[in-house]
């Protein structure tokens, strides 16, 4: 033993784990072990960001580009509304990244950027706040803008 975690992280998590099971607490890098452990919380909030910027730009796409709406667009938002449910309900606390301002930022300026490139449309022709609030966000039904009912 004696992987460095800046050497080969997976190789001193390894370790870690070893010398956990094996009980050899006082050899254990408690300060990297802490900083990984917060960094898998990290992760997942990063994971549901994702999803939510992916359903968001899909969303945009949907309003701003009605000409275009069709299944595939409809699949992925109900993908990525049914794996937001499934993740919340797995983690519960991640239902706090939600009501957290800074955190609809990140997603909705992600999703802008991608609803930008898609479309063609600037950056400045979307709403600068996300226009939906997360309960018509996440409802099936709900399909933007003047076509507001999916295909059948």
Same mark, same amino acid.
């Given at each position: 033993?004696?992987? +460095?975690?800046?050497?080969?992280?997976?190789?001193?998590? #390894?370790?870690?784990?070893? !010398?956990?099971? @094996?009980?050899?607490?006082? =050899?254990?890098?408690?300060?990297?072990?802490?900083?990984?452990?917060?960094?898998?919380?990290?992760?997942?909030?990063?994971?549901?960001?994702?999803?939510?910027?992916?359903?968001?730009?899909?969303?945009?796409?949907?309003?701003?580009?009605?000409?275009?709406?069709?299944?595939?667009?409809?699949?992925?938002?109900? +993908?990525?509304?049914?794996?937001?449910?499934?993740?919340? #309900?797995?983690?519960?606390? !991640?239902?706090? @990244?939600?009501?957290?301002? =800074?955190?609809?930022?990140?997603?909705?300026?992600?999703?802008?950027?991608?609803?930008?490139?898609?479309?063609?449309?600037?950056?400045?022709?979307?709403?600068?706040?996300?226009?939906?609030?997360?309960?018509?966000?996440?409802?099936?039904?709900?399909?933007?803008?003047?076509?507001?009912?999916?295909?059948?």
């Amino acid at each position: 033993m004696g992987t +460095t975690y800046e050497k080969d992280v997976i190789a001193w998590s #390894q370790e870690q784990a070893a !010398l956990l099971r @094996s009980g050899r607490f006082t =050899d254990l890098d408690i300060h990297h072990i802490a900083e990984e452990i917060e960094d898998v919380g990290k992760s997942e909030q990063r994971e549901l960001a994702n999803r939510m910027a992916v359903l968001l730009f899909h969303l945009l796409k949907w309003e701003f580009q009605p000409e275009r709406q069709g299944s595939s667009w409809e699949r992925t938002i109900k +993908t990525q509304r049914d794996s937001i449910e499934r993740r919340i #309900q797995k983690m519960p606390s !991640l239902k706090s @990244s939600l009501d957290d301002p =800074d955190w609809w930022a990140d997603a909705w300026g992600d999703a802008i950027i991608e609803a930008s490139k898609e479309t063609g449309l600037d950056n400045a022709d979307f709403p600068e706040k996300c226009p939906w609030p997360l309960a018509e966000i996440m409802d099936h039904s709900f399909f933007p803008g003047m076509t507001n009912t999916p295909r059948p």
